[in-house]
C-alpha cells in the first residue's frame, strides 16, 4: 500500500499543542483531498487542491491549516483543537479535482485523539 | 444539496451467500457519477465500482455489480459469493460531473461475513 502515505497514523494531542498531519501520494496525481471521518457521520470533504492550488474549503474552522507545498504532498497544520476534533483524518488524491467523475485513491489515515 | 443515504447501518451474510447493500441519493443533476468504497478493518478505503449516470448498463467488477435505478434515484451494491475478505465498512458516495472533486459520501454499511 504505497499509493497514498499518511504520517502518523496515530496523533494524541492537547488543546494547546501544534502538530502536523502529512499526506504523501505516489501516484503521479495532481489533486489532493482532506476527510474527516468521524463516528456515527458520513466522511466530509474539508479541502480540495488541484495543482497546489486550493479549490475548495467546506467550511472548515481556521484551527486547520492545509498547505500544498506540490502535488505529491499535502499537509494539515493543528491548532488550538478541541475534543470533538478526534475523528480519523483521510488524505486522497485523484489525476485532477475537474476531471469528470474521477476516481478517487485514499491513504490509511491518521488517528487523531485531542484531550 | 445532494445527499446519499444508507438506511442499513450494519448487515451480516454468510461465506459464499449473495448480500445487497442499499443506497439512495438526492440530486438534481441529471449527468454525475456513483461510487462504492470499501473500508477493511484498520485499512485503506478502496474503490469498488464505478457507475456514470448516463451509461444504463450497470457496472461489474467480478463479484460485484450494482442496480442502478436512475429514475428511483437508488444504486445498490450486489456482493456475489461473500468471502471473509469482503467484512468491511461499505460506503456509496456522489459525485456531479461538473464539480471540483466533491465526492459526498453516505453513513456506511457495516458488513460482517461469517464463516
Known amino acids: 500500500e504505497t499509493g497514498v502515505t499518511q504520517t502518523p497514523r496515530h496523533l494524541v494531542m492537547g488543546m494547546t499543542n501544534k502538530k502536523s498531519l502529512k499526506c504523501e501520494q505516489h501516484?503521479?496525481?495532481?489533486?489532493m483531498y482532506w476527510y474527516k471521518q468521524s463516528a456515527k457521520k458520513p466522511l466530509e470533504l474539508m479541502f480540495v487542491?488541484?495543482?497546489?492550488?486550493?479549490?475548495e474549503n467546506n467550511s472548515v474552522p481556521s484551527r486547520f491549516s492545509p498547505e500544498c507545498p506540490n502535488s505529491s504532498h499535502l499537509f494539515l497544520h493543528l491548532h488550538t483543537l478541541q475534543p470533538e476534533d478526534s475523528a480519523l483524518y483521510l488524505c486522497?488524491?485523484?489525476?485532477?479535482?475537474?476531471?469528470?467523475?474521477?476516481?478517487?485513491?485514499f491513504g490509511p489515515g491518521t488517528r487523531l485523539l485531542v484531550l | 444539496a445532494q445527499t446519499v443515504t444508507q438506511s442499513q447501518p450494519e448487515m451480516s451474510v454468510q461465506e459464499a451467500e449473495t448480500v445487497t447493500l442499499s443506497c439512495t441519493y438526492d440530486?438534481?443533476?441529471?449527468?454525475?457519477?456513483l461510487f462504492w468504497y470499501k473500508q477493511p478493518p484498520s485499512r485503506q478505503m478502496i474503490l469498488v465500482i464505478r457507475?456514470?449516470?448516463?451509461?444504463?448498463q450497470n457496472a461489474t467488477e467480478n463479484r460485484f455489480s450494482v442496480n442502478f435505478q436512475k429514475a428511483a434515484k437508488s444504486f445498490s451494491l450486489k456482493i456475489s459469493d461473500s468471502q471473509l475478505g469482503d467484512t468491511a465498512m461499505y460506503f456509496c458516495?456522489?459525485?456531479?460531473?461538473?464539480?471540483?472533486?466533491?465526492?459526498?459520501f453516505g453513513q456506511g454499511t457495516t458488513l460482517q461475513v461469517k464463516p
Open positions: 486522497a488524491s485523484s489525476w485532477t479535482s475537474g476531471g469528470v467523475g474521477e476516481t478517487q485513491y
Open positions: 501516484l503521479g496525481h495532481n489533486a
Open positions: 487542491y488541484n495543482f497546489k492550488e486550493q479549490t
Open positions: 440530486t438534481s443533476e441529471s449527468n454525475y457519477y
Open positions: 457507475q456514470e449516470a448516463y451509461k444504463q
Open positions: 458516495a456522489f459525485m456531479k460531473s461538473s464539480n471540483t472533486g466533491k465526492l459526498i
